[in-house]
């Protein structure tokens, strides 16, 4: 049974930076792709950013120059630093992995999915 737990989540104010870490039950090597997703209060689920087994990375226009993805696979795991936090980046952030799919596809859903952690941006 793979277990994914998100972590780091909490208040922060405009502008500022936080860091969310996903801790896998297993070697993250396992996983094709991992990826960041959020889901904003009484909107859909939308992809944050995404990590490939190799290294790639792939984020969601609305982020990019902000938000940075990466692994650590000796720890088995994923971290998302969010800087220059806004308002709209309030969500809950979910941890996802998948040990077949590529990172960009927009067709399968990831298989292996974390509790959430809340962001919570307020001034």
């Known amino acids: 049974q793979v277990q994914l737990a998100e972590s780091g989540g909490g208040l922060v104010q405009p502008g500022g930076s936080l860091s969310l870490s996903c801790a896998a039950s297993g070697s993250i090597f396992s996983f094709n792709a991992m990826a960041w997703y959020r889901q904003p209060p009484g909107k859909q689920r939308e992809l944050v950013a995404a990590?490939?087994?190799?290294?790639?990375?792939d984020y969601a226009d609305s982020v990019k120059g902000r938000f940075t993805i990466s692994r650590d696979i000796t720890k088995n795991t994923m971290f998302l630093r969010m800087n220059s936090l806004k308002l709209e980046d309030a969500a809950i952030y979910y941890c996802?992995?998948?040990?077949?799919?590529?990172?960009?596809?927009?067709?399968?859903?990831?298989?292996?999915w974390g509790q959430g952690t809340r962001v919570t941006v307020s001034s």
């Open positions: 990590i490939s087994k190799g290294g790639t990375t």
């Open positions: 996802a992995a998948d040990r077949t799919r590529s990172i960009l596809s927009t067709s399968k859903v990831y298989d292996y």
